[in-house]
Nanobody, 123 residues
């Protein structure tokens, strides 16, 4: 049974940092693409960062230089380090896993999704 579980969200002031974690199980972790997405109220789901099976990383322009995606294959855990947070980063953040058959920052690439963790950045 596939499980994808996010943690680490919370509330922070602008300029602060948070680290999200995503524990995954039930699939061949090392061979999958993993991604972080976010969705703010009234908006569509946006690809934030992704990492493919070879460890190559991809970022949305809005977070480049501020966010870092990484994974620990031994722990089957994905991370998103978020620095210099802005109020516009406020959203529900989702972790996703998929078989790397599409564009890595597009939701359709991913089959498995977590329930999300809320990130709120105040000005």
């Amino acid at each position: 049974q596939v499980q994808v579980v996010e943690s680490g969200g919370g509330s922070v002031q602008a300029g602060g940092s948070l680290r999200l974690s995503c524990a995954a199980s039930g699939f061949t972790y090392n061979s999958y693409c993993m991604g972080w997405f976010r969705q703010a109220p009234g908006k569509g789901r946006e690809g934030v960062a992704g990492i493919d099976s070879r460890g190559r990383t991809y970022y949305a322009d809005s977070v480049k230089g501020r966010f870092t995606i990484s994974k620990d294959n031994a722990k089957n855990t994905l991370y998103l380090q978020m620095n210099s947070l802005k109020p516009e980063d406020t959203a529900m953040y989702y972790c996703a896993a998929g078989a790397c058959v599409g564009l890595i920052l597009r939701p359709y690439t991913y089959k498995y999704w977590g329930q999300g963790t809320q990130v709120t950045v105040s000005s």
